[in-house]
């Protein structure tokens, strides 16, 4: 989709909306933070590397010549999804899914050596960026290096032998035993591994709420005690696990709110009153990730051009600003219009990298706009109301003199929209050219799918 470049003049009219006493309380009380994050998560944004798909050569060091792009690009943390060596036995497909762990602490030999790892994250490092891993605590491969000695660290059926996680079809993975204190004991010491020899930043942490919550509890307090600055992301939606362990999870529930408007099945009101309650369902100062996609909504559930159509951009823009910590998933910016292949190798077609302006520009404005960070350091949410709320979503972020405003058109028609209120003083156009504007309630005529947004 172009982006829609027509010089836009908006003469200012309306003072910034006003809150009642009350109200200003209520957010000046949520700015009390009750979860610890280390500083430099405040306005980290997140990019989800599949190792084995994102170059020809499927390798680590393959991964470090795009290091400093996606520095440029304004990505903050690097999530590699698992590195360890993969499981033969039960293996799904030819090259296995990264999900069944051979040996926790090594690197899968098709990815390279430790030592190319610890080159990957020494050179993120130095381009201030951080690395996290995919940590997979629920299950192991058939052939992970603990059953040889530990077959009571397994939850194992009528006969004695490994069985996959109850529930699943997850054939190709053997269930831990959480009741065992010794195997708890060993997960934490290989995580421990991680960060004491790699000096990785933090976990991403495969179906965290399979996973008993004082366990998490347990190994968030050993990480910490070597660096306290780990950053810890729950792949789960639940809010027990950010009482002490979890710095993120998963905004699931946002994404299909935007499937279902895409599909016609939820309306604008969904995202009313998703948020809400978003301040309140979970512990003060939680951090929320909000994506259009990811390893498992591309390869399982259809691309953002399957799910979004002509809007995949304009949901982009509205995912990327209405609040929490943003994720762009390997190959996203370069307009991945096929599932990836999840057991097999299928490396991504960059091309000429055609939204890399695109997600450049909203991720740089998530690190330098403080209306835009993350949890209590982020600014408050205000829906604008317009003449044409069916299907134009437009809304407000507010951090003392910081602001941003968000106008998408989240339908196929050409709307002229007006607004009841808008913020006042001047702004910055992201995505239209233009000089400093002050907006208008008279407002402007939208083309399908696009999207607006100043900032200040």
């Keep these: 989709m172009k982006l829609h470049y027509a010089l836009i003049l908006l003469v200012f009219t309306?003072?910034?909306?006003?809150?009642?006493?009350?109200?200003?309380?209520?957010?000046?009380?949520?700015?009390?933070?009750?979860?610890?994050?280390?500083d430099w998560t405040k306005n980290a944004t997140i990019y989800e590397v599949n190792v084995r798909q994102h170059t020809p050569e499927g390798t680590i060091n393959a991964l470090i010549p795009d290091l400093t792009r996606l520095s440029e690009m304004g990505v903050k943390i690097l999530w590699l999804m698992p590195v360890h060596p993969?499981?033969?036995?039960?293996?799904?497909?030819?090259?296995?899914?990264?999900?069944?762990?051979?040996?926790y602490r090594a690197i899968n030999p098709e990815f390279g050596t430790m030592e190319d790892f610890k080159n990957f994250v020494d050179r993120a490092h130095s381009l201030e960026m951080k690395v996290i891993i995919d940590w997979v605590a629920n299950h192991s491969a058939f052939d992970n290096v603990w059953t040889e000695e530990h077959m009571d660290w397994y939850n194992l059926d009528s006969l004695g032998k490994?069985?996959?996680?109850?529930?699943?079809?997850?054939?190709?993975v053997a269930d831990l035993n959480y009741d065992n204190p010794e195997m708890r004991q060993g997960m934490i010491d290989a995580m421990r591994f991680w960060v004491e020899d790699a000096s990785i930043d933090g976990f991403r942490c495969d179906v965290a709420s399979y996973v008993p919550t004082d366990f998490w509890n347990e190994a968030a307090d050993t990480l910490r005690s070597v660096?306290?600055?780990i950053f810890m992301l729950a792949e789960a939606e639940t809010p027990e696990l950010h009482n002490k362990a979890f710095n993120a999870g998963y905004a699931w529930e946002w994404l299909h709110i935007i499937n279902g408007i895409a599909s016609g099945d939820k309306s604008l009101d969904d995202i009313?009153?998703?948020?809400?309650?978003?301040?309140?369902?979970?512990p003060n100062g939680a951090y929320k990730m909000y994506f259009t996609t990811n390893h498992d909504e591309n390869s399982w559930n259809g691309t953002v051009f399957d799910r979004f159509g002509d809007g995949q951009l304009a949901y982009a823009a509205l995912t990327f600003t209405i609040d929490g910590m943003p994720l762009v998933y390997s190959g996203q910016e370069a307009g991945m219009d096929y599932a990836l292949e999840f057991f097999e190798k299928d490396t991504i077609e960059w091309g000429d990298i055609e939204y890399g302006d695109f997600y450049t520009s909203l991720l740089q404005l998530n690190v330098s706009n403080p209306a835009l960070w993350n949890g209590n350091a982020g600014g408050?949410?205000?829906?604008?109301?317009?003449?044409a709320d069916d299907f134009v979503y437009a809304f407000v972020r507010t951090n003392g003199d910081n602001q941003v405003v968000t106008v998408v058109n989240l339908s196929d028609t050409r709307p002229v929209v007006n607004f009841e209120d808008l913020p006042d003083g001047e702004f910055q156009s992201l995505?239209?050219?233009?000089?400093?504007?002050?907006?208008?309630?008279?407002?402007?005529?939208?083309e399908p799918f696009e999207y607006y947004m100043f900032y200040k």
Aim: glycine share 10%.
């Design 380 to 387: 408050d949410f205000e829906r604008i109301k317009t003449n």
């Design 431 to 446: 995505f239209h050219d233009g000089d400093l504007t002050q907006l208008s309630k008279e407002g402007f005529a939208m």
């Design 227 to 229: 660096n306290e600055d």
């Design 14 to 38: 309306l003072a910034a909306c006003g809150e009642s006493g009350s109200k200003k309380e209520a957010k000046e009380e949520k700015k009390e933070e009750s979860l610890y994050h280390p």
């Design 162 to 172: 490994l069985q996959p996680p109850e529930g699943t079809d997850w054939w190709d």
């Design 272 to 282: 009313d009153s998703y948020m809400a309650k978003a301040d309140t369902a979970f």
């Design 86 to 103: 993969i499981g033969e036995v039960n293996r799904k497909g030819g090259e296995g899914s990264y999900y069944s762990v051979k040996d």
